[in-house]
């Protein structure tokens, strides 16, 4: 069982940064693929990118692509968004998941195992 806490959302004007951690419980962390989603009102959740195990792999949204960096970092059991020229669109509820293969990276919601509760990112003009 893998538990699964994002943080780092909050108010930010458009063209701002942000940076969401998610920390994860359990020794396996490691052996997972992470990914991030996101949420917004009245929409469906959404691919935002994935990591491979190792991190050696990445995989984006286009409408991410090249203004947000998905990090993690084994040793403290944490996978991060770096979020940089921020837009209003981009305002939704943030979602980490991790999912038991490890060696792929998915857009595929269905294919994670385990979700955290989200965290709040509101982009305003």
């Known amino acids: 069982q893998v538990q699964l806490v994002e943080s780092g959302g909050g108010l930010v004007q458009a063209g701002g940064s942000l940076r969401l951690s998610c920390a994860a419980s359990?020794?396996?962390?490691?052996?997972?693929?992470m990914g991030w989603f996101r949420q917004a009102p009245g929409k469906e959740r959404e691919f935002v990118a994935s990591s491979r195990w190792s991190g050696t792999s990445t995989y984006y949204a286009d409408s991410v692509k090249g203004r947000f960096t998905i990090s993690r970092d084994n040793a403290k059991n944490t996978v991060y968004l770096q979020m940089n020229s921020l837009k209003p669109e981009d305002t939704a509820v943030y979602y980490c998941?991790?999912?038991?293969?490890?060696?792929?990276?998915?857009?595929?919601?269905?294919?994670?195992?385990?979700w955290g509760q989200g965290t709040q990112v509101t982009v305003s003009s």
């Open positions: 359990g020794r396996t962390f490691s052996s997972y693929a």
């Open positions: 998941a991790a999912k038991h293969d490890g060696v792929g990276v998915s857009r595929i919601r269905a294919q994670y195992d385990y």
